[in-house]
């Protein structure tokens, strides 16, 4: 074990996803370099705490149950806050549908011994099982163009970034980002104001001020990914489109509201503020030629545009305009 390196504090955030909670404490615990595991429950209504419990006298098991749901950018908030207070060196952050194999944190400090320069270090991500499952090529790692920021602010990785030992990267996701005290305490904390979506562009677009984010493809970690179907196909005098369904509309209302304040926030590009008026425009069309619910729907889109140009966030708005 490496004093320089130790402790390294895994910071995993769960809600209402038990199951996949126990595959991935088990994964962690089972690290051939050890690591101290931090449990944030989102203040879960099932059987969360009673599988949290199972673990509590193991020495390298921490749980903080939340007294209400601060969405993943407040659980990362809070958890990355007990880890620093506890002296991490390193914090390893995590999904609760996450499972690195049981090399990947040897295989992440090992980089970091030849390459200690580096802002963050990320594994490579695969989608699925251990026993079924693909390379994650967008969204979990990327890269970032500081003219082309909307409808997303990164983009993707060449293929031959996934083929290499390591590649240089701008952006990891909280699916196996793991961060150095250096960084975190120059750049602070996730931004908890954001509660979902986005909150690791944000993250990494901070990060990119102190330097690259270095992946390490032989490091790998599998996720699950277990969502809703968000979407639903609607039809119109021939054409189809992908719309989100009714019941998902509030989680989206963060989703868009964010990426317009890192748009805005972020973005090089002297026509920012002409995309967020042409994204704008192509919701309001979409809603009216596609959707059901269309007035809802458009003070959503109109909400979010507005309080991501503004920078207001209020996290309860959504609910609100959901329930009149």
Not at 57 to 71: D, Q, R, Y
Not at 117 to 130: C, E, F, K, N, S
Not at 165 to 181: C, H, K, N, Q, W
């Amino acid at each position: 074990m490496k004093e320089t390196l130790w402790p390294i504090y895994t910071v995993v955030v769960t809600y209402n996803r038990s199951a996949l909670l126990k595959e991935c404490i088990d994964a962690l615990l089972a690290q051939t370099y050890p690591t101290h595991v931090v449990v944030v429950d989102n203040a879960s209504t099932d059987n969360t705490q009673a599988i949290v419990e199972t673990y509590e006298n193991n020495p390298l098991f921490t749980s903080l149950c939340l007294k209400e749901n601060l969405g993943g950018a407040g659980g990362f908030f809070e958890g990355m806050r007990h880890a620093q207070a506890q002296g991490a060196q390193y914090v390893w952050l995590m999904d609760d549908d996450a499972e690195p194999e049981t090399n990947a944190l040897a295989l992440l400090v090992a980089a970091i011994e030849k390459a200690p320069h580096y802002a963050a270090y990320a594994p490579q991500v695969r989608i699925g099982t251990l026993e079924n499952h693909h390379l994650s090529t967008f969204g979990h790692r990327g890269a970032f163009d500081y003219q082309r920021t909307l409808p997303a602010f990164q983009q993707r990785l060449p293929l031959e970034a996934f083929e290499c030992d390591t590649y240089e990267i701008d952006m990891a996701s909280f699916v196996g980002i793991l961060v150095p005290r250096s960084s975190f305490e120059a750049i602070g904390l996730p931004k908890k104001e954001f509660f979902i979506h986005h909150d690791d562009t944000e993250y990494s677009l901070r990060l990119a001020t102190l330097g690259k984010i270095l992946l390490i493809n032989e490091a790998k970690i599998y996720h699950k990914e277990e969502r809703q179907e968000e979407k639903i196909e609607r039809k119109l005098l021939g054409w189809h489109k992908k719309r989100v369904r009714f019941e998902r509309l509030w989680l989206k209302f963060f989703g868009l509201r964010n990426a317009i304040w890192l748009a805005k926030t972020y973005s090089k590009s002297p026509w920012v503020y002409w995309e967020i008026a042409r994204l704008y425009g192509e919701l309001v069309k979409d809603i009216l030629l596609y959707d059901d619910h269309k007035w809802l729907r458009l003070k959503f889109a109109t909400h979010s545009v507005a309080d991501g140009l503004l920078g207001r966030f209020d996290n309860t708005k959504a609910k609100r305009l959901l329930h009149g």
